[in-house]
């Protein structure tokens, strides 16, 4: 019992928008009057019907379904070879119900629309807007973006000048627009510009925006100025007017009132500090015998005299010294991968190095991670000073208790560049001694 089933073409081709069809044929091998049901499987199912969908067959009969597919124009149907299967189910002998596999190749096709999120930005450094890229086409699309303005007074920052958007989604990119020229006051300036969006199926797509550019210094500041100015004007007037004259005379009788006793108290002041004189040389002479005999100078400090017992030997010497040490990082992202960087040309392995002073300096306004690190000489690596480059342009240390790097320990500098493309060139200069 049951049913057999075959298709015309297991191997179809059709475009978005189109139809194609095949025929499958239904014969009731059973003794009695089935009734099969037919229907599609896989993702094509989505868009095929089958017709007639249900028949009913006297035995030994056969019956040709229409089995149609219709893709839409739209991401739904992605391009390339989909699978289908066309199920024949009996309701009398469900055992007996066939499948017959075929394959349905769509066709490619790309469509692609842009939108520029805001179309108007203002600022009077820069303005900032978003692309939208939508890809409502049945294949991933490559697209390359970028942006003109006819007078060529802008200068443009792409996040991504090319990527690839999936069929069905939309990708988002970041657009700087700086203004060439700025001016302090004046006018709000308008400057028209063109996104272009090339996804090689034909001519760029393109979408209007404007940046609003506004005068650097803020309107309120004037107002301000010229109020600040008032007051000043004001209380110069009153100064001269009204309080100069008053203070001056309260001021005259006042030392008038305390000259008198400031010559008795002077007179006594001289003849006590002639006595403690005298008595301040007889304690610097005792002072300077006990020292003498202790091998140590006036400030406390050893001689180092060899003809004293117990006295401690001279300091080592030492010498100042400066360096730097740039960096110039490619980025890394996130904050785990660091690149580091070393004094050039290496300080002396030998000596103690004694750092009392230190200058970050940030001048192109990176984005990420820096960090001042000791490289023992076990190899460890013990992270001194961590800042973000985003917090400062220049940064100025100056230790009460140096840094103290032994001798084979070393001083390194480190690096998380963060930024979207360009390189990270922070730097550091040190200041200190060399012992040793």
């Known amino acids: 019992m049951g049913a057999t089933a075959s298709l015309t073409s297991a191997q179809l081709a059709v475009d978005p928008g189109s139809t194609a069809e095949c025929v499958i044929f239904v014969r009731n091998n059973g003794h009695i009057v089935d009734q099969f049901a037919i229907d599609v499987l896989g993702d094509a199912a989505r868009w095929a019907t089958v017709e007639p969908p ?37 309701r009398e002998d469900p055992a007996g119900s066939v499948v017959e596999e075929g394959i349905v190749d769509v066709g490619a096709f790309t469509k692609v629309t842009v939108e520029l999120v805001p179309r108007r930005s203002r600022g009077s450094r820069k303005g900032r807007h978003e692309i939208a890229i939508d890809n409502t ?28 958007v999936q069929p069905g989604t939309a990708a988002f990119v970041r657009l700087q627009a700086v203004p060439r020229d700025k001016f302090l006051r004046g006018a709000e300036q308008l400057h028209p510009f063109q996104v272009l969006v090339n996804d090689g199926s034909g001519p760029p797509i393109t979408t209007d925006g404007t940046m609003a550019q ?16 008032a007051l000043a004007i004001v209380a110069v007037a009153l100064w001269f007017t009204v309080l100069k004259p008053a203070v001056k005379s309260v001021v005259r009788e006042a030392v008038q009132e305390e000259t008198a006793e400031q010559v008795a108290q002077a007179s006594q ?17 005792k002072a300077d015998a006990a020292n003498k005999a202790l091998g140590i100078d006036a400030q406390g400090n050893p001689t180092g005299d060899p003809s004293i017992p117990g006295s401690p030997p001279e300091p080592p010497p030492s010498s100042a010294t400066d360096f730097r040490i740039a960096a110039n990082a490619a980025p890394a992202g996130g904050g785990t991968g660091f690149t580091e960087f070393d004094p050039d040309p290496a300080l002396p392995t030998d000596k103690t190095l004694v750092i009392s002073d230190l200058v970050l300096q940030n001048p192109h306004g990176d984005s990420g991670i820096l960090r001042i690190v000791r490289l023992t000489t076990g190899g460890q690596r013990i992270t001194l000073l961590e800042v973000g480059l985003n917090n400062f342009r220049d940064l100025d240390y100056h230790f009460v208790q140096p840094w103290r790097f032994a001798p084979g320990e070393k001083v390194l500098l480190t690096v998380n560049c963060q930024n ?6 922070p730097a550091a200069s040190f200041s200190g001694q060399l012992v040793g």
């Open 269 to 285: 002041a001289a003849e006590a500090a002639k006595a403690a004189q005298a008595q301040a040389a007889q304690a610097d002479q």
């Open 214 to 229: 506004r005068q650097v210094l803020p309107k309120w500041l004037l107002p301000a100025l010229l109020a600040l100015l």
């Open 54 to 90: 249900v028949v009913n067959l006297l035995p030994g009969d056969q019956a040709d379904i229409a089995v149609r597919f219709a893709p839409p124009r739209s991401a739904e149907a992605q391009a390339g070879p989909t699978a289908f299967g066309v199920r024949v189910r009996s």
């Open 137 to 164: 086409g049945n294949q991933p699309t490559t697209v390359e973006v970028m942006a003109v303005d006819p007078d060529e007074a802008l200068r443009f920052r792409v996040e991504q000048s090319v990527l690839t």
């Open 420 to 425: 979207p493309a360009e390189r990270c060139q």
